[in-house]
């Protein structure tokens, strides 16, 4: 073998590794940030059981003694995320809906564009919009003593889910083969009954992962939840009552901690807790969006 | 000879797409209870006329028309489009079940317009599914997914599917253009045994085809009708040399 050769073989060799490296390098990182989390949370559980730390329901972190039940906090945002979902989930789809199959191609450009647009709009505007336009609303609508509630949490996010939702619903609509719309038609199907039939039905795997992703990403929202709903860790009883999220609770009191202390360590659990919680629902995902293209 | 009772009457008919005109001044009489096969090639207009005649083409934002069509001697133009579809029904090249399984793709044009009860549905799949000749091979498997059939299956099920909403006339486009030979000859058969109680009109690119289940033939040409007649005379004495050329495949 002559040293050009080498040289060659060499080269291969090393551009194929790195290619393979930048390959897994997201599941790299995914699987160090999951191992640090356990490395910093699970200490927590020395001192507190995991049934006390999940059920309990106090969340005071710097009480003497602290308490450290999150039940609020996975209330809380159960409660915003079920809001946001409930408000998202059918304009999402209805958009998707008109977008893919009856807006004519000029709106449907331009629709297109706005629901990318509102995706790209920082989370820290829609929050601020949300604390000083919504919530006065909310606020004297209801008459309650406060605005920043659940329900504006629930609002501001659906806002914040619907992009997601839209976009990928719509690639699932769109790729409906159009022989089944014709097969429809043929039959004597109105336009609405093909759309909703056919249509919908076929792309539903398709719509299911779209809904997952949006809550997904509302689940994972901090900055809007944490300036629109009021941050009370206490359990809610109604959509109109202030709440905490398990991410703003993370968000705001990280700066406070010691670092290796208790707190510190609880905040980090929360942050297991969000990943499962995530990680489950891009898996539910990610299943249905292979269904669809079976 | 009986004068036989007309179907579907197409009077000075043409069709635009943009500027090119696909279909050029038609005139002709389609007969109840025929076959009445189109044969032509690529671009003739032959697809263009099934799509009128069910209005399917209302759908394509280009498309123009002049003339009109009869069904019954009623004008289509001024038919329900959702009926007219109902009674005017096609079968396309490429057969394509809904996501659905068996039982489900055949009942669900029924169930759109508005039959609800479990056991007349299970009767019309039932009527449906023999009539197309297709209830012996699936009966033990109504419930498992239709892409699961054969391509020939397929397209029978789909004439089955269409044979549910009791179609008067159906149309089949080139139905057995993606079958093998003898899927082929299956789906002849079951178009034998429909034009007894449906009015069938067959777009085929096959001429051998056109001969074996043809009561009468039109030739079209660059959307011109070049001539119409009875199947067997058109195959045996072709009065235009176009006919005979396309006919014994000089060209096509």
Redesign the interface.
């Known amino acids: 073998m002559d040293t050009h050769t080498k040289i060659r073989k060499i080269k291969e060799f090393i551009i194929e590794r790195l290619i393979f490296l930048s390959g897994i390098m997201s599941i790299i990182i995914v699987a160090l940030i999951f191992a640090f989390l356990l490395k910093e949370g699970l200490t927590l559980f020395w001192q507190v059981p995991l049934s006390d730390f999940i059920f309990a329901r106090n969340w005071y972190p710097i009480s003497d003694p602290p308490q450290f039940g999150i039940l609020p906090l996975i209330l809380g945002s159960v409660l915003v995320t079920a809001g946001a979902a409930v408000i998202s989930v059918p304009i999402g789809i209805g958009s998707a809906l008109f977008i893919a199959e009856i807006a004519p191609p000029k709106t449907k450009e331009i629709m297109k564009a706005g629901v990318e647009l509102l995706a790209a709009i920082p989370s820290v505007v829609i929050g601020f919009i949300g604390m000083i336009t919504l919530a006065p609303i909310i606020k004297s609508v209801f008459g309650l003593p406060t605005g920043l509630t659940a329900l504006s949490g629930a609002i501001t996010l659906a806002f914040m889910a619907m992009p997601t939702i839209v976009s990928i619903a719509e690639d699932a609509i769109t790729a409906v083969?159009r022989?089944?719309r014709?097969?429809?038609?043929?039959?004597?199907?109105?336009k609405w009954?093909t759309t909703w039939?056919?249509v919908a039905?076929?792309a539903r795997p398709g719509m299911l992962a779209a809904v997952m992703l949006g809550i997904g990403r509302v689940i994972g929202e901090t900055m809007a939840v944490m300036m629109v709903t009021g941050n009370a860790a206490l359990i809610p009883h109604s959509i109109l009552q202030p709440v905490r999220t398990l991410t703003a609770t993370v968000a705001a009191e990280m700066g406070e901690t010691v670092q290796g202390g208790e707190h510190y360590a609880a905040l980090f659990a929360i942050g297991i807790v969000l990943f499962i919680i995530t990680f489950l629902i891009n898996g539910a995902a990610d299943l249905y969006l292979h269904k669809t293209k079976k | 000879m009986v004068a036989p009772e007309i179907k579907i009457s197409i009077k000075d008919f043409s069709i635009y797409y943009g500027e090119n005109a696909a279909l050029k001044n038609l005139n002709l009489d389609i007969y109840k209870n025929e076959i009445f096969t189109i044969i032509g090639p690529a671009n003739s207009g032959k697809s263009s006329l099934l799509q009128s005649l069910n209005r399917l083409n209302d759908l394509t934002p280009s498309y123009k028309k002049e003339g009109s069509i009869f069904i019954d001697n009623e004008d289509i133009d001024n038919a329900d489009v959702e009926s007219l579809r109902r009674r005017v029904s096609i079968v396309f090249a490429l057969p394509f079940p809904l996501p659905l399984s068996i039982f489900d793709n055949i009942a669900y044009g029924p169930r759109m317009h508005g039959i609800k009860s479990k056991s007349k549905l299970a009767k019309i799949v039932e009527k449906g599914l023999r009539e197309a000749y297709l209830w012996d091979e699936v009966k033990d498997r109504l419930d498992t997914p239709a892409m699961n059939l054969s391509g020939g299956q397929q397209q029978r099920l789909c004439i089955a599917r269409i044979l549910a909403v009791e179609p008067e006339i159906i149309m089949f486009d080139e139905p057995t253009s993606g079958l093998d030979p003898i899927s082929t000859a299956r789906v002849e058969e079951t178009l034998r045994e429909l034009k007894e109680r449906y009015t069938i009109i067959l777009v085929t690119n096959n001429v051998a085809q056109a001969a074996r289940v043809g009561d009468r033939t039109a030739f079209l040409l660059m959307g011109e009708l070049i001539e119409l007649n009875d199947t067997k005379r058109l195959f045996t004495m072709a009065q235009d040399k176009r006919t005979d050329d396309y006919l014994t495949g000089k060209f096509g």
Do not use: F, K, N
Request: hydrophobic share 45%.
């Open positions: 083969p022989q089944y014709e097969a429809a038609i043929a039959m004597g199907a109105t009954q039939r056919i039905y076929a």
